[in-house]
């Protein structure tokens, strides 16, 4: 047991020499590391921002379809407000997503630079598994995100479809015609809503270890 205490100290001591001496590649790695999880919080902000925003053209929707209301100009006029701001919205979103992943293969390419340069057989291991185990999480937020980018585009185009035919027919009879994809629109909104729940538990749990990644490596 001594002799295992022994080795894990003499290891820690031979990594934390081996970070010094790299020095100006740990900083690099730490500074990617920090835009990579202002990434995904930009993200994740996104996330949530499309969630409550679901919830409030759903509304917009509820209102505008009520049996006798009284001013469908100023209902319609809310409801297509919400529809450009969740058009807006997903579209920063795919972009934001798109330099998360950019930023990420970027830090872990040069993790894996600095993994290489170790002379040290037994620090190079670790840095490897290290690397290995946090392309393992991060990776789970593009494959949690794929459910979001299938869900978006159908529900935008239920939302838009009421909208447009609802700028042409804006009477009871046509809020009447229109019901049938409103209660399909409000299907996949819950549906977009259940979708980005994964993506956000990902982008939580990557966060998490990025934040002990330079520590562990």
């Given at each position: 047991?001594?002799i295992?205490?022994?080795s ?24 990617l590391a ?7 919080q ?17 509304a ?5 379809m009520?049996?006798?209301?009284s ?94 035919d ?22 996949d ?19 998490a ?9």
């Open positions: 047991m001594k295992r205490t022994q894990a100290a003499l290891l820690a001591t031979l990594l934390l020499g081996a970070i010094i001496c790299l020095g100006g590649c740990a900083t690099s790695g730490v500074q920090a835009k990579t999880t202002i990434a995904m930009t993200v994740e902000n996104d996330i949530k921002q499309a969630v409550v925003l679901v919830d409030a053209t759903m917009s929707l509820d209102d505008l009520v049996p006798g209301q001013d469908l100009k100023k209902a319609f006029d809310k409801y297509s407000v919400n529809v450009a701001k969740t058009e807006h919205l997903g579209k920063q979103l795919l972009k934001h997503a798109d330099q998360m992943a950019a930023k990420g293969e970027k830090y872990f390419e040069e993790w894996d630079k600095q993994g290489n340069a170790y002379t040290n057989p037994q620090i190079r291991d670790l840095s490897e598994q290290r690397l290995e185990e946090l392309v393992g999480i991060y990776v789970q937020i593009p494959l949690a995100g794929i459910a979001v980018r299938e869900a978006y585009p159908v529900y935008l185009s239920d939302i838009k479809k009421i909208q447009t609802l700028s042409n027919d804006l009477t009871p009879k046509g809020i009447e015609a229109i019901t049938p994809v409103a209660r399909k629109a409000v299907k909104g819950d549906r977009l809503k259940d979708a980005v729940k994964p993506v956000i538990s990902a982008i939580d749990r990557t966060n270890e990025l934040a002990q990644g330079g520590s562990k490596k």
